[in-house]
């Protein structure tokens, strides 16, 4: 890398990241919105980065980027893979751009939120496994909830009493848990609260459960605008054609 | 600046183009209305000529100025194989450089949630009528290397495996004639992972 002369007014800085989504832009160049490490999403200017030939501005890889500039748009001026691609085939691809989908439509700009960057990682890498991607999808969207301030508190109900693995309870949105007396279609056993929050949903009762109450809070919190990146969960069915 | 008048709305309208900036279109509008007015007039008409003639293949999708465009109503193709590919220049650029015979399928985009194109944006509903047809085979997914074109690739796949169609997709690869020390990780990784037996 060639060292820019450093004028006083012109900031540049480095941080590790994740390409959450490319906007072609002008010419050769490119809108980026980055998830860092130290600046949360970030959106930059990518100049001539759609000029043929590789780059490592991929979703899901690693990066290391540097920027310079403040304001409404700081240049990119280097990006570097920063270690394996994370290859996500298949449904795994999907719960990717879910993801990332999540974090433009829930995290405000440069708000650093290093607990949310962990998980990010953590959970692509859980993905990149062959094993059912429900459940971390669930602790993702829990942790990201809890670090935007809209905690959900799920050991105990709004009155203060200590959730029971065998009792029924219903999730008030700015309220907390409500005991309720029999179990409904919209209600969680608290052995579901318990596990959601422990990181042990298991069964099919448990993973169903959490991600009623998960989607009906992430409905909530995108201000019902639907997610575009569930349409892709829901394969087209074809009808056989005629014997 | 804005420039008033006629020549501002130009040169607006000139910027519709992709990759055409304020200052190339003002380069524009001064080379049409200063050296080549002719030029500019054939362009206009066409244009507009083009607008009213071309649509799009109702089997493939294609541009075309007819309900079937040549290809589709070509009699020598083979029916029984069917590519799916993003764009209209993918056709020519596969045909060019395969010698592939059989039809073509063009989505005109890709699955990209944050772009506003899911699946029902791709007249999936047309290739559907296709599947259903009996003639086809295989299918081949050509759709591009990117995450988007991943997620497309595997989306078709699902759907027309239903219907008890062969699916493949075509391989990702180090470039013809490249030194693997130059090839970016990404690419690598991608053509470890999809290396075949030798
Ligand atoms: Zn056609």
Redesign the pocket.
Known sequence: MTSVPCKAWVMSTEASGYLLHQIPYRETSSLVDVFTLTHGRHRLLARGLRKPGPTPLHPFTPLQLAWSGRGSLPVLTRVEAAGTPLTLTATALYCGLYLNELLIRLLPQEDPCPAVYAGYHQTLTRLTQKDCPEAPLRYFELLLLESLGYGLRLDRSAVGCPVQADRHYHYRIDYGLEEVPAPTADSLSGSTLSALQNHTLSDEIQLRQAKRLMRRLIHHYTQGKPLGSRALFQTRTITSPPA | MQVPGVLGQLMHALRCLPGVGPRSAQRMAFQLLLRDRDGARRLAETLLLALDRIGH??????L?EDP??R???DPGRDRSELCIVESPAEVMAITQATGFRG??FVLNGKLSPLDGMGPAQLRLDVLESRLKSGEIREVILATSTTVEGEATAHYLSQMIRQVGIEVSRIAYGVPFGGELEYVDGTTLAHAFKGRQTF
């Open positions: 293949c109702g089997d493939c999708r294609t075309s079937r465009c290809l589709c109503a039809l073509f």
